[in-house]
């Protein structure tokens, strides 16, 4: 199984990004998609999870209004839409997946390998 997530980059206050990641070796429409970052010194930190046929999302308040995630999976991607980066979103962004509909980072079997997003003034 891999997960290779993409997208990362600098951006400023205020700018957008959107991180995509692309799963194979599994069966992508069986898995619940979810999105975490981890900021140095932080602990991994929950973002948003998307279900199987991408019909219900549910977010952290820290992006709720501000990151938008979403699935194709004829494609096998799940993407994250950011918007209105502020400084403290800074963090190397991680996609995983679940077997079941869990925001807690053990309850996800596979982890794709992060991608460094930094927002800067």
């Known amino acids: 199984v891999q997960l290779q997530a993409s997208g990362g980059g600098l951006v400023q206050v205020g700018g957008s990004l959107t991180l995509s990641c692309a799963a194979s070796g599994l069966t992508f429409s069986s898995y619940t998609m979810g999105w975490f970052r981890q900021a140095p010194g932080k602990e991994r930190e929950f973002l948003a999870m998307?279900?199987?046929?991408?019909?219900?999302?549910y977010y952290a308040d820290s992006v709720k209004g501000r990151f938008t995630i979403s699935r194709d999976n004829a494609k096998n991607t799940v993407y994250l839409q950011m918007n209105s980066l502020k400084l403290e979103d800074t963090a190397v962004y991680y996609c995983?997946?679940?077997?079941?509909?869990?925001?807690?980072?053990?309850?996800?079997?596979?982890w794709g390998q992060g991608t460094q997003v930094t927002v800067s003034s």
């Open positions: 995983a997946a679940a077997r079941k509909w869990r925001q807690t980072a053990i309850s996800y079997d596979y």
């Open positions: 998307i279900s199987l046929s991408g019909g219900s999302t």
